[in-house]
């Protein structure tokens, strides 16, 4: 489990006047790069193998650890190393800046959700929170399938688009480490997707 805003959705989480348990960045992200260096040290944990699976909010933390190649000194304990060897990323939102028309026009809280959780209206503020501001900096990727459905109002097309344009296009990283995918004539989100039959064709 990890904090997420707003406060009091999970059992035990304070309200947001205390900042160390406000359900925001960088509790989250924090939280799941925690479970994947726990997970490394497990002795079921096969050759210290480690996948992280994620949907919704899920899948925005954990594409963010995937990409992120820093070092902390103390908890969550971790390094370019620690990071997971593969990802897959169901609905998951990736520029929390996006101010696209599908998101604009969308029938979803994006834009509400966006500002409760970076406790900011300001879309570089945003940015510098997002998973893509991550893919900006980093030298190496590791495996990772993003996966969301065509007509998902929780995911906006552009969320898919920008962060693939930023590995295709900006940085130039090899593609088959990071396919992305959108399933046809769906509304389905996040874990939604799960009995659905995640392949091309």
Same mark, same amino acid.
């Given at each position: 489990? @990890?904090?997420e805003a707003?406060?009091?959705?999970?059992?035990?989480?304070?309200?947001?006047?205390?900042t160390?348990?406000?359900?925001?960045?960088?509790?989250?992200?924090?939280?799941?790069?925690?479970?994947?260096?726990?997970?490394?040290?497990?002795?079921?944990?096969y050759?210290?193998?480690v996948?992280?699976?994620?949907?919704?909010?899920?899948?925005?933390?954990?594409?963010?650890?995937?990409?992120d190649?820093?070092?902390?000194?103390?908890?969550p304990?971790?390094?370019?190393?620690?990071?997971?060897?593969?990802?897959?990323?169901?609905?998951?939102?990736?520029?929390?800046?996006?101010?696209?028309?599908?998101?604009?026009?969308?029938?979803?809280?994006f834009?509400?959700?966006?500002?409760?959780?970076?406790?900011?209206?300001?879309?570089?503020?945003?940015?510098?929170?997002?998973?893509?501001?991550?893919?900006?900096?980093?030298?190496?990727?590791?495996?990772? @399938?993003?996966?969301?459905?065509?007509?998902?109002?929780?995911?906006?097309?552009?969320?898919?688009? @920008?962060?693939? @344009?930023?590995?295709?296009q900006?940085?130039?990283f090899?593609?088959?480490?990071?396919?992305?995918?959108s399933?046809?004539m769906?509304?389905?989100?996040?874990?939604?997707?799960?009995?659905?039959?995640?392949?091309?064709?």
């Amino acid at each position: 489990e @990890y904090p997420e805003a707003p406060p009091f959705t999970i059992q035990g989480q304070a309200d947001h006047s205390s900042t160390a348990a406000s359900g925001r960045p960088p509790e989250q992200t924090n939280a799941v790069e925690a479970a994947v260096v726990a997970a490394r040290q497990d002795t079921h944990c096969y050759h210290s193998l480690v996948g992280v699976l994620g949907g919704s909010c899920g899948a925005a933390h954990a594409a963010f650890i995937s990409f992120d190649d820093t070092t902390t000194s103390d908890w969550p304990n971790w390094s370019n190393d620690a990071r997971p060897n593969c990802i897959v990323c169901l609905s998951g939102q990736y520029d929390f800046s996006d101010r696209d028309n599908d998101v604009i026009l969308s029938p979803s809280s994006f834009i509400h959700d966006v500002e409760n959780y970076t406790n900011t209206v300001s879309p570089s503020t945003q940015w510098a929170l997002s998973p893509i501001a991550k893919a900006h900096t980093v030298d190496s990727l590791i495996p990772m @399938y993003f996966i969301r459905a065509e007509d998902d109002p929780g995911s906006p097309a552009s969320q898919s688009t @920008y962060l693939w @344009y930023e590995l295709n296009q900006v940085r130039g990283f090899n593609s088959s480490y990071y396919p992305m995918w959108s399933i046809p004539m769906n509304d389905n989100h996040a874990f939604g997707l799960w009995q659905q039959k995640i392949k091309d064709n």
